[in-house]
């Protein structure tokens, strides 16, 4: 029966009972409606006069036919279902909970030992993650690697993605998040931004489980340049089979590859053939029972397992390795409501952070302490100041690097100008500052020679790790400072953000002091330590690294932090690809 014989005899419509669904009956109705409109303004407009058949309409029916049922009938059906099903179990909660049985046991009921000769095949999403989406992570790739306009419309896509089933969801997010994205920019992401997110959201109990076997393989419906560079780099998997995106040249598309979202189900068949996985670990959905079912032994990460408690979190002393370095300007995992928030502090966070800069400029240390505490920055001072025994020569305070902000918040707190000598700090960093800054060459004898003229003129102030860590690590410090000066006094600097990091490796380092004032509430710890005692310097006998080895020690364990032997070349190469030099802009 065609849509023309219904519109030429409506008696001969079919009865709703006869559609097998709901969704396929809101489809025809709309049809209807639409064949009646084309109707209505004349038939004659659409015929093609030479062969006297109707083609465009048959067209426009069948766009209009999947629009409808995709994208219309289709997702009011789930949204609907989703609706009554929640109400339902709402208030019958007996029920809701008798219907989330696992299939297959927990995985906390796995036995760890003898598992060294295993394979282990199972899924980041839904069961190495804690994460209940991995919409935060799309996120993060259309913030970090695209712009801020990617990620507000990702963000405004969110409320159409609910009533979405699970594919289309997916190939929703990777348009958004992929389309002209460069394939350098993912790159980059991959490797300085994601994992920390990823590191800081495993399920602990799934990682000891993963630790124990000897090959792991994993499978997911999620791009695969989204997450095997971390897993790879981080938990040493043997094998990340995932979907692949379409590119263009240099550029992504935002369309998957020809073999379309990955089925898990048929990827383990054909990566392993006739033989059997030994173990395969699961999220309690139906998609995963099938997918694990295909292995000797089956478990399932139940959602008791994935809840934020002391067996499933996985805290940093137990990361499979160390995260010193990482990169990017979000703070926190944009999950959908974070993100709004974001969006909606951003312009009160723009005219905070402007406020802030001006009275640090314009106002004098005290005021400007005053104003900038009022204004919702957390500062702290511990320990007092110190002065100098030689009246030739200034003190040299030594820094832990936190951020380029360092020398201001010690200026501000101790209430008296310092000289700060940096090495790489943009023009306009420079020009803001509301203190004096020198640039060094980084040749030894030239910047020996400058800071020792900088030191006859007064106090100074030096971060002999010469680039930021944000981690509770200090790097290896430069030696050249203790050869300068006998009168050094450590001080340990800490802050802490909530929702923006103002430092960067491969953004504007020039916006590092906005992004970090434009927070809520930023905190700024310093704590004088004191001045070093002579015998513990050059002067007392002792080498300069042994000088500078010892100060990187008193501020370590100030901090709670751990001493390491990394460098500034070590971060730039691993997070921007390059050496660090910032060049005058």
Known sequence: MTPINILCNPSASPHPSSFTS???????????????????????????????????????????????????ANSCYRAARKMRNYGFFLRNPSLRTSQQYPLFPSVTKCCLEGRGSHTLVCDIDGALLRSQSFFPYFMLVAFEGGSIFRAFLLLLSWPFLWVLDSELRFRVMIFISFCGLRLKDMESVGRSVMPKFYLENLNLQVYELWASTGSRVVFTSVPRVMVEGFLKEYLSVNHVIGT??????????????????????????????????????????????????????????????????????????????????HDGRLAFLPTPW?????????????????????????????????????????????????????????????????????????????????????????????????????????????????????????????????????????????????????????VAMYTHVTMFYGTTASGLKCLDPIFFLMNPRPSYHVHVLGKLPKELTCAGGRSSCEVANYIQRQLADALGFECTTLTRRDKYIMLAGNEGVVQNK
């Open 338 to 490: 974070a993100t709004l928030s974001m969006f909606l502090w951003l312009p009160l966070g723009i005219v905070l952070a402007i406020y802030r800069v001006c009275i640090g400029i314009f106002l004098p240390y005290k005021m400007a302490n005053s104003l900038g505490v009022r204004s919702g920055i957390d500062i702290r001072l511990k320990g007092n100041d110190i002065k100098s025994d030689n009246n030739r020569k200034g003190v040299l305070y030594v820094c832990s690097h936190r951020t380029l902000l360092d020398p201001v918040f010690l200026c501000t707190t101790l209430g008296k100008p310092l000289t700060a000598v940096t090495y790489s700090l943009s023009k306009t960093s420079e020009i803001i500052a509301p203190i004096r800054t020198v640039r060094l060459t980084r040749d030894r004898k030239k910047d020996g020679e400058t800071m020792q003229r900088l030191l006859s003129e007064g106090d100074l102030v030096v971060c002999p790790e010469g680039t930021t860590c944000r981690e509770p690590y200090l790097l290896r410090f430069s030696s050249l400072f203790a050869e300068l000066a006998d009168e050094i006094v450590p």
């Open 244 to 325: 692949e995106l379409q590119t263009v040249g240099q550029y992504f598309t935002g369309l998957l590859s020809g073999s379309g979202l990955l089925v898990k189900c048929s990827a383990l068949k054909e990566f392993f053939g006739e033989k059997k996985p030994d173990i395969g670990l699961g999220s309690s959905s139906l998609h995963d029972h099938h997918f694990i079912s295909l292995c000797k032994e089956s478990y399932v990460v139940t959602n008791e397992d994935s809840k934020s408690s002391a067996s499933s979190v996985m805290t940093r002393d137990k990361y499979p390795k160390p995260l010193v370095f």
């Open 22 to 72: 709901f969704p396929c009956y809101l489809s025809f109705c709309v049809k209807f409606l639409l064949l009646s409109f084309v109707s209505s303004i004349g038939w004659r407009i659409f015929i093609n006069i030479e062969t006297g058949s109707m083609v465009f309409p048959m067209v426009f029916l069948k766009i209009m036919d999947w629009v409808v049922y995709q994208l219309l």
